[in-house]
């Protein structure tokens, strides 16, 4: 069987390529403004179906997001089988596809695709696509749908769902009727799935004040309100704010994650109460971040690094508690505060293993590990429990009572943490969790360790993809000589850490420096961002801290 020639090329004359379409399949699928996208759209429907039929219809997921950016841009990516982001040696073929200049040139790439990856065109195809809430989402779904036509896949449409549902949704339908069933494939499943989880975790508890969410008035909003239905508000008490998300040019704005991460602040016209806890997800609730403040109004942010070691900890003693012999692991990046590694290896004395941008490097590393916990410090991660593991979490017969209810309270945790990727709803109930069992305010959870001062800066670059690094990028090889410069910089400052790297999800190169005191902090990364800037920058000099 061959590929319809005529069918692809037709389509793909109702999608020709922008000039300023997306070049790469970067960190998080491709991403760019919503204007330059609709060729990109189309053609990832192409390779979606072309991905299920490789893989012998089993269902591929196409989610419709550019995530924390701002609400213009949008952008896609794909689901694997088991939920997982699209294997790496597929990227490739998604980068081909796009950048092919014409239609003819299109219907030639996706022909070379096919021989090279050697994908049987006689097997079914299955595709289940969602998308956030950007207006641009209705006419570049429409685009994915077109792809997927051309291929003759059957499709889903999930609707607005947030990423992490997209990917519960691959999962549960390539294990329905399997022993690894992951659970009902809808929507209303993943509530169901995570409230019975919760109410086994938290009946009986002395509830916490409320937490406030800040939904970066994205899908989050609606999704979070939907499972808090499911939930009831007695068992789970969560206030909303920034929760608009239909009024355009609202997404992100001053709020959300990313906002509150890099920024080192609350949302913008959200007063926090001192000691409350208050949490932001991003624009397609894959991330979640913490903070509260102190008696004296000072903002105190408890980041995706302070939920790996609070999720790690508590694992920890349930695993030693239930009686099982199986081993923790953490799995970081170079953003990772070193006050958090430190805490990690030295007071947890769990190891840590540090790896390169991006939720596919992540997960792979967590793997390895019995139980893998992963987190980005800007808030994406979750937990992953191997196969063996889960084994053991189910036969293990417990030795006493309170093993008994650390093995139930584990077996809970395993539902309630969404295994796909990180997910901002099953992490929040992750960590309150842990704070209910605990009974902790923010502020004894923020006691395990202090932060090193540190900065985050974009700096505009003429070429960004002239910047390559290694050591899990902790070091840039080109442009030339960039690193000893860095090196230099670092050594003037106490307790100095830089490193500089491209983003694969904006068009800027991105700066991280830590150090002994804010002031040395903000210095060292106002230099390195010079540095960058003066040999390669691209406009005015960022803003100095
Ligand atoms: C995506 C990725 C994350 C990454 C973030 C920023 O997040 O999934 O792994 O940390 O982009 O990446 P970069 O620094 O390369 O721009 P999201 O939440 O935007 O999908």
């Known amino acids: 069987m061959s590929v319809n020639e005529q069918a692809v090329r037709a389509a793909s004359a109702a999608h020709p390529r922008h000039p300023n379409s997306p070049a790469t399949y970067g960190t998080a699928g491709f991403r760019a403004h919503s204007d ?3 060729s990109t759209m189309f053609r990832v429907g192409l390779l979606a179906a072309l991905r299920s039929k490789k893989l012998a219809g089993q269902t591929i997921g196409v989610m419709v997001t550019a995530s924390h950016n701002p609400e213009q841009d949008n952008g896609v990516k794909l689901v694997d089988p088991h939920g997982e982001m699209l294997h790496s040696s597929w990227e490739a073929y998604a980068t081909q596809l796009a950048n092919a200049p014409s239609d003819e040139a299109l219907v030639a790439t996706l022909k070379q695709v096919v021989q090279v990856a050697e994908v049987d065109l006689s097997q079914p195809a299955k595709v289940v696509y969602g998308h956030d809430s950007r207006p641009s989402c209705r006419t570049l779904v429409r685009a994915v749908v077109d792809g997927l036509t051309a291929l003759d896949a059957e499709q889903v449409n999930a609707g607005l769902v947030t990423t992490p549902q997209l990917h519960y949704l691959v999962r549960c339908y390539n294990t329905a009727g399997t022993p690894q069933a992951y ?6 499943g993943y509530y169901q799935k995570l409230a019975t989880a919760w109410t086994t975790l938290a009946t009986g508890r ?21 499972f808090l239905k499911v939930v009831g508000q007695d068992l789970l008490p969560v206030i909303t704010v920034r929760d608009n998300h239909t009024l355009a040019g609202n997404l992100n704005m001053n709020c959300g994650a990313d906002f509150v991460k890099t920024q080192q602040c609350p949302p913008r016209n959200v007063e926090l109460v001192p000691w409350q806890r208050y949490a932001s997800f991003d624009g397609d609730a894959d991330r979640i971040v913490f903070y509260y403040a102190d008696g004296t109004g000072t903002f105190h942010l408890l980041d995706g690094d302070k939920i790996a070691g609070l999720a790690a900890g508590f694992i920890m003693d349930l695993v030693k508690d239930s009686g099982l012999g199986v081993k923790v692991g953490v799995v970081q990046t170079a953003y990772a505060n070193g006050a958090s590694t430190k805490y990690l290896t030295e007071v947890l004395g769990v190891p840590v293993q540090c790896v390169p941008t991006g939720v596919k490097h992540l997960h792979h590393a967590a793997e390895s590990f019995d139980i893998g916990v992963y987190f980005e410090a800007n808030g994406h991660g979750t937990v992953l429990f191997s196969p063996s593991t889960l084994a053991a979490i189910n036969t293990h017969t417990p030795a006493s009572p309170s093993a008994a209810a650390a093995l139930a309270n584990l077996r809970a945790l395993v539902d309630l943490i969404n295994q796909t990727v990180g997910d901002a709803i099953s992490d929040m109930l992750l960590v309150e969790v842990v704070l209910l069992h605990r009974q902790w305010t923010p502020a004894q959870w923020d006691a395990a360790y202090t932060d090193y001062p540190n900065r985050l800066v974009k700096v505009l670059v003429q070429d960004r993809h002239a910047f390559t690094t290694s050591d899990a990028e902790r070091k840039v090889d080109t442009p030339a000589g960039l690193q000893d410069k860095i090196d230099e910089a670092v050594k003037e400052v106490v307790g100095g850490r830089s490193f500089v790297r491209p983003s694969g999800t904006e068009d800027c190169v991105r700066v991280y420096a830590e150090a002994a005191t804010r002031s040395t902090a903000d210095e060292l990364a106002n230099k390195v961002a010079g540095i960058v800037h003066s040999l390669a920058g691209k406009g005015p000099k960022p803003a100095s801290f």
């Open 206 to 226: 002395h509830l916490l004040p409320a937490l406030t969410v800040d939904c970066a008035n994205g899908v989050g909003a609606p999704k979070l309100k939907e």
């Open 183 to 188: 659970g009902e494939p809808s929507v209303e």
């Open 36 to 38: 330059t996208l609709d």
